[in-house]
């Protein structure tokens, strides 16, 4: 029986009917992704009218109320799309079932973490309708509601933390036998991903911030905008060889 796949050169695979082109491409996309990802990421830590989200009751208009619904929506839904395009770059060099796992590990952290980001914005917004609708509702009453999110939250967050875990050790573990990765790629996100556990193991069931502890979470985002820049390069850069050979 015919091979499914088809050889790029001696120790790689490509799928069928993948040209150059195509995964010149799609190492583009994914690093172009992988930088809105993270980017969008750090809109929600740092832009003020995301803030609505905490107020009582939340009062906003309609386009601050959708931004704050949906841009934290967004950086899950494109960074799933960098993990792929991460997992199908070290599969070219046979990283075996590392590179696999990783990729499942990253689907399951950022569909949870989605999960956690509608769960935030809907019960927010959907509670200050009910406060402003109903004059016994009090602020103290916000507090208790908030409190019981949180504890949702967190249960989610944890999720989170332990599959981001996960894909981190298993994609450093690919990257450090992979040319164009190696020690420099692998090992950072093998010692983060460790660190990230140990931290949360300490702080369990509060996230490390709210513990006062150091939160190694702006690190991984650094990690994967930087990530994300490397891998849009070597799309940009095989595309120019291509281009320039004779």
């Not at 929600?44 to 934290?72: G, K, M, N």
């Not at 399951?108 to 509702?137: K, P, Y």
């Not at 990765?181 to 692998?186: A, I, K, P």
Request: proline letters at 6%.
């Amino acid at each position: 029986m015919a091979s499914s796949t088809v050889p790029i050169r001696q120790g790689r695979t490509r799928e069928p009917g993948t040209t150059d082109s195509h995964r010149d491409w799609l190492l583009i996309g994914g690093g172009i992704a992988g930088i809105v990802g993270t980017l969008a990421y750090g809109s929600t830590q740092a832009l003020p009218f995301f803030d609505v989200l905490h107020s009582f009751p939340v009062e906003a208009s309609w386009s601050t109320r959708a931004a704050a619904f949906w841009i934290p929506a967004l950086w899950p839904v494109v960074a799933l799309f960098m993990v792929y395009v991460v997992y199908r770059l070290l599969d070219e060099d046979r990283t075996g079932h590392w590179a696999y796992l990783g990729w499942v590990s990253g689907v399951v952290a950022f569909s949870i973490v989605l999960m956690m980001m509608m769960v935030q914005s809907g019960v927010h917004f959907d509670v200050s309708e009910l406060a402003r609708s109903d004059s016994a509702f009090t602020s103290e009453t916000w507090s208790s509601v908030v409190a019981a999110v949180h504890g949702v939250d967190n249960g989610l967050d944890l999720a989170w933390d332990l599959f981001l875990v996960l894909w981190l050790v298993l994609t450093g573990v690919a990257m450090m036998g992979h040319p164009r990765f190696g020690v420099w790629w692998g090992l950072p996100a093998i010692v983060m991903g460790l660190v990230l556990l140990v931290i949360n193991g300490i702080t369990v069931p509060d996230p490390p911030a709210s513990a006062g502890l150091f939160d190694p979470g702006p690190l991984v985002g650094l990690y994967a905008l930087i990530l994300s820049v490397y891998i849009l390069v070597l799309g940009l850069r095989a595309g120019t060889r291509r281009s320039d050979a004779p």
